[in-house]
C-alpha cells in the first residue's frame, strides 16, 4: 500500500490496482478499497482473479468515459459561458451606437422639422393651412417623444447621475405608466460601483417592472437599493398573484436576467409565494469595500 501511494502521486491516469494477499485481513482489505485500490482477491481464491480483472477494467473504462464527458461538458459549459457574455457586451455596444443615431439623426432631424413646421404655422393665414399645420405638429411632437424613449431604452443616459437615481427613475415612471403604487429605498443617495454592475442592476429593475406590469396584476411594488456588506443588492417585490411552477419553467423565464447578473459575478434569487402573496426578485452582485460608514436615505415616488 506504501508503493500505491507513491503511484498515486505520479502524474498520468490511475492505474487499474487489484490487491491479492494470502496474509491481509478484512480490515486491511477494506482499507486498500477506501484508499483507491479496485478489489482485493485471496491467493486461495485465485481462479477468481481473472473475473476481477475483467470486471475492475471495465470499472475503469467508464469511469474514464464519465470524467472525459464531464471535462468536455465543463468546457463546453465554460465555452458557451464566455460566448453568451460576449454577445451580451456586442449587443449592449450595438444598442449604444444605435441609440446614438437615432438621437444625433432621427432626433435632431425632427427636432429641426418642428421649428420649420411652427415658421410656417407662423406665417400661414388660411385656416385649413393652421389646422394641418397644427396636426403635423402634434404628429412631430408625438414621433420626438417616441424617439426619446426608443433612446433611454437602448442607452439609459439616466445612469449618467448614477444607479440610486436611475432606478428612482424607473420607479417614478413605472408608477405613472401603470397607476401602481411603487416605493423606492436606498440604503444611500449615491451608491459607487462600476459601470456594468450599474448597468446590470438597472437592466434587471427594467426588466423586472416589465414583467410586473404585464402579469403580475399587482396594487403595490417595491424596489429597495443597498450596497451593504460589500455587495450590492437590488430587491424587487410585488402583491400580485405570483409566479406558478409553469412561469417558471418556460425556457425563457429569469434565464436572460440571472445570465446577465453572472456577467459580473452575481446573481438571481426568485422567492415566490404564490397564492397572491407576491413575488420577490433579488439580483445581488459583490463589490470591492468602500470606506466610511453607511447612510441611510429613503426615497419614494
Known amino acids: 500500500m506504501d508503493a500505491w501511494e507513491v503511484?498515486?502521486?505520479?502524474?498520468?491516469?490511475?492505474p487499474v490496482f487489484i490487491v491479492l494477499s494470502r496474509s491481509a485481513s478484512e480490515a486491511e482489505a477494506i482499507d486498500a478499497v477506501r484508499r483507491g485500490a479496485c478489489d482485493f482477491v485471496r491467493k486461495d481464491a485465485l481462479p477468481q482473479l481473472a473475473r476481477v480483472m475483467v470486471r475492475a477494467l471495465d470499472a475503469s473504462r467508464i469511469r474514464t468515459t464519465k470524467e472525459d464527458s464531464q471535462a468536455e461538458l465543463a468546457g463546453s459549459v465554460e465555452r458557451?459561458?464566455?460566448?453568451?457574455?460576449?454577445?451580451?457586451r456586442c449587443i449592449e455596444e450595438e444598442r449604444q451606437a444605435i441609440a446614438r443615431e437615432v438621437q444625433d439623426d432621427i432626433v435632431g432631424s425632427l427636432a429641426a422639422l418642428e421649428s420649420d413646421l411652427g415658421w410656417i404655422g407662423w406665417q400661414a393665414k388660411e385656416p385649413a393651412v393652421l389646422d394641418h399645420v397644427n396636426a403635423a405638429t402634434e404628429m412631430l411632437q408625438h414621433a420626438i417623444g417616441a424617439s426619446q424613449r426608443i433612446v433611454q431604452d437602448l442607452r439609459?443616459?439616466?445612469?449618467?447621475?448614477?444607479?440610486?437615481?436611475?432606478?428612482?427613475?424607473?420607479?417614478?415612471?413605472?408608477?405613472?405608466?401603470?397607476?401602481?403604487?411603487?416605493?423606492?429605498?436606498?440604503?444611500?443617495?449615491v451608491i459607487h460601483a462600476p459601470e456594468d454592475v450599474q448597468l446590470v442592476a438597472f437592466r434587471t429593475a427594467q426588466a423586472a417592472l416589465t414583467t410586473i406590469a404585464r402579469h403580475a396584476a399587482c396594487s403595490e411594488v417595491r424596489i429597495d437599493l443597498s450596497d451593504g456588506e460589500n455587495g450590492l443588492t437590488l430587491e424587487i417585490t410585488d402583491n400580485g398573484r405570483g409566479l406558478t411552477r409553469a412561469d417558471l419553467e418556460k425556457p425563457r423565464a429569469f434565464r436572460g436576467l440571472g445570465a446577465r447578473a453572472r456577467t459580473v459575478d452575481g446573481r438571481l434569487d426568485i422567492s415566490n409565494k404564490g397564492g397572491g402573496a407576491g413575488t420577490?426578485?433579488?439580483?445581488?452582485?459583490?463589490?470591492?469595500?468602500?470606506?466610511g460608514s453607511l447612510k441611510t436615505a429613503r426615497l419614494q415616488t
Do not use: H, M, Y
Not at 503511484?7 to 490511475?14: A, K, N
Not at 420577490?280 to 470606506?291: G, H
Open 80 to 88: 458557451s459561458t464566455a460566448l453568451n457574455d460576449e454577445l451580451r
Open 7 to 14: 503511484l498515486l502521486g505520479t502524474p498520468g491516469p490511475q
Open 156 to 189: 439609459p443616459q439616466v445612469l449618467e447621475r448614477g444607479i440610486v437615481a436611475a432606478v428612482d427613475w424607473l420607479a417614478d415612471s413605472f408608477e405613472r405608466r401603470t397607476g401602481v403604487k411603487t416605493a423606492f429605498t436606498s440604503t444611500r443617495e
Open 280 to 291: 420577490s426578485i433579488v439580483c445581488s452582485v459583490p463589490l470591492a469595500p468602500v470606506e
